[in-house]
């Protein structure tokens, strides 16, 4: 199994970036798949969910109405679209897996992480 992420970077506040988690080594339409992010100096955030099909997703107050999550299971992709960041949302973004097709499952495989800074 293998999450890779990218699209991170320096963003202004206000402004938007795209992450990508590319993945590999098993049916990646079989499984819930997670963003969770930690900043620095802090534990880690749940930052959002999406079902296996990508019709059911899941977001903390924190992020819900400035971030979309979404998939495409074509190619093995999961996607997190940031808008109207602000300096709280800087931290390292890791892409994960849930253990099976199910928010209760733990996560069981993560990305290396993608840097995501809000400053201007």
């Known amino acids: 199994v293998q999450l890779v992420e990218s699209g991170g970077g320096l963003v202004q506040p206000g402004g938007s970036l795209r992450l990508s988690c590319a993945a590999s080594g098993f049916t990646f339409s079989h499984y819930y798949m997670s963003w969770v992010r930690q900043a620095p100096g802090k534990g880690l955030e749940w930052v959002s969910d999406?079902?296996?099909?990508?019709?059911?997703?899941y977001y903390p107050d924190s992020v819900k109405g400035r971030f979309t999550i979404s998939r495409d299971n074509a190619k093995n992709t999961v996607y997190l679209q940031m808008n109207s960041v602000k300096p709280e949302d800087t931290a390292l973004y890791y892409c994960?897996?849930?253990?099976?097709?199910?928010?209760?499952?733990?996560?069981?495989?993560w990305g290396q992480g993608t840097q995501v800074t809000v400053s201007s």
């Open positions: 999406i079902n296996s099909g990508g019709g059911t997703t």
């Open positions: 994960a897996r849930r253990a099976g097709n199910s928010r209760q499952d733990d996560y069981d495989y």
